[in-house]
């Protein structure tokens, strides 16, 4: 027969006496989470992890050197049996049971009379999952879902909303108006603006509704997302929220399918991708789209490849944003050089070769013209070169020219962290040549420096690195 279902509640522990049986690195978890709470903890094993020896210097908790017995239930409120040894923890639940107190032993849900749930805390609001023992690796997966689809900023959130709670009940006495009221403001511009740690400024709107200023109409906002280059593990939490609550999305065409499927599926898609030579649609077009869509109370995301801030225009789309009053947020992606770089093995600074690194683009002849290729061609630093494929002999040259060397390694990565990455590894001299014997077709980005030699051992991901022809069919 299945457990009886369990009844959930939330214990106020303040001040109260708690006991926790054992001393070793569960024991400690489960002590950190009552301190949290502000109980007050007393502790008994023969020995301790130097953690909770370190609480109880601080006077945060009492040890109780030796074993347990029946006494020590004296005066709890509740106790947590957190011991290695069965015996010692079956005799704490029966004696816990004799004196109607409420018992945890850790991992054992038969002897438990209360558990502990997985929780997501976003103080003070906290969700707790269970699965009353049935399943305590399916309860840590919900935890680690639920986890991802609150952003942190619901606890000042949640603090914000208890500070003004008398005042919102003062204000609208009916439950239903004030529920209204409640949901505008956790959906709406106050919670935006908690979401960019602008708390005051929040006050202050909140104030304004208060007092009866007519809302704001509705007006929507803009979020820039970076996707990530490609592999849709790379988008962060935050980016994966702000698809969640997206009604329109404006993407690139760098931007993989898999990052678009995570997106909610009701929302509105628009492809403004644009490639080197057919663009699809101008900036401008895309900025005029951004207004509409937002002016229309949309929640908009532009979702970039890789971060909207290296060589994506986002800095020009934040710009015109702002100069029409449109509120924005960003969230920065991984961008093509770390991705890339990570994913080829190949780290972009090491002690021993590169003191620096440098993000640059060539996307054609006008932007090679203006690049400080002096600069460009000093030792122990890390290119980084996004670029069309077209322009690398002129790269090449240019570095040759100002000084590096030709023996300088390369390694040009081909739609890196995507299942077809292609790296391809040679040096400055063959660059071109190693290019166009293995057909590197965009997006690819080019990394120059001694650490590009080190893809061909490090490499991890994908197929194994490809090499220019060996050097001596090189020289025949
Ligand atoms: N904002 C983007 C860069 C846009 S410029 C970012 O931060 O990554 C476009 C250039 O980025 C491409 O020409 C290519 O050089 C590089 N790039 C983007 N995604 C890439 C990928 N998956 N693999 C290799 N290069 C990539």
């Known amino acids: 027969m299945p457990a009886a279902r369990l009844y959930p509640i939330f214990t106020q522990l303040a001040g109260r006496a708690v006991l926790v049986v054992g001393g070793g690195s569960v024991a400690e978890r489960k002590v950190a989470g009552l301190l949290d709470a502000d109980a007050q903890v007393s502790i008994v094993a023969p020995d301790f992890t130097p953690q909770l020896s370190a609480w109880a210097e601080n006077g945060r908790i009492s040890l109780i050197f030796g074993k347990f017995n029946e006494d020590q239930l004296e005066r709890q409120w509740l106790v947590i049996a957190a011991t290695a040894d069965p015996g010692v923890n079956a005799q704490v639940a029966a004696a816990a049971e004799r004196r109607r107190l409420w018992a945890n032993v850790v991992d054992d ?83 935006e603006l908690v979401r960019r740690g602008q708390i005051a400024v929040a006050e202050a709107s909140l104030a304004g509704e208060l007092d009866g200023a007519p809302a704001a109409p509705a007006v929507g906002s803009v979020v820039l997302v970076g996707a990530g280059p490609g592999d849709a593990g790379l988008l962060t939490l935050k980016g994966l929220r702000a698809l969640n609550e997206a009604d329109v999305i404006l993407h690139d065409s760098l931007v993989g399918p898999d990052v678009l499927a995570l997106a909610r ?52 789309e934040i710009e015109f944003l702002h100069a029409h009053g449109i509120a924005y947020e960003v969230v920065p992606g991984v961008t093509a050089a770390l991705a890339c770089a990570a994913y080829a093995g190949i780290p972009l600074t090491h002690r021993s070769s590169a003191q620096s690194v440098r993000f ?51 390694a040009l990565i081909e739609n890196g962290s995507r299942t077809n990455q292609r790296v391809v590894i040679g040096d400055l001299a063959n660059l071109p040549q190693v290019a166009r014997e293995h057909a590197v077709v965009a997006p690819a980005l080019l990394i120059v420096g001694e650490v590009a030699a080190l893809g061909a051992q490090l490499h991890w991901f994908g197929s194994a690195p490809l090499t220019q022809a060996p050097p001596l069919a090189r020289a025949a």
Not at 154 to 179: N, P, S
Not at 284 to 310: C, M, N, S, W, Y
């Open 109 to 191: 849900a038969a002897l438990s009379s209360f558990q502990v749930p997985a929780v997501i805390d976003r103080a003070p609001l906290v969700v707790a999952v269970s699965t009353a023992g049935a399943a305590p690796v399916l309860a840590r997966l919900v935890r680690e879902a639920i986890e991802r689809l609150l952003d942190p900023s619901l606890g000042a959130l949640a603090a914000l909303a208890e500070r003004w709670r008398e005042r919102i009940r003062g204000r609208f006495v009916d439950l239903g108006q004030r529920r209204r009221f409640l949901e505008r403001l956790f959906r709406g511009r106050v919670a």
């Open 265 to 316: 599926r009701d929302a509105e898609r628009i492809d403004v991708g644009k490639r080197a030579g057919a663009h699809s649609r101008s900036q401008d077009e895309i900025h005029a789209l951004l207004l509409t869509q937002a002016r229309a109370g949309k929640r908009v995301v532009r979702l970039k490849g890789g971060d909207p801030f290296v060589f994506g225009r986002g800095g020009e």
């Open 360 to 410: 640059v683009t060539a996307h054609c002849k006008a932007s090679l013209d203006t690049l400080d290729w002096a600069a460009l061609a000093a030792e122990r630093q890390t290119l980084a070169v996004y670029m069309g494929v077209a322009g690398l002999e002129r790269v090449r040259d240019r570095l040759v020219a100002h000084g590096r060397a030709a023996t300088t390694p390369i």
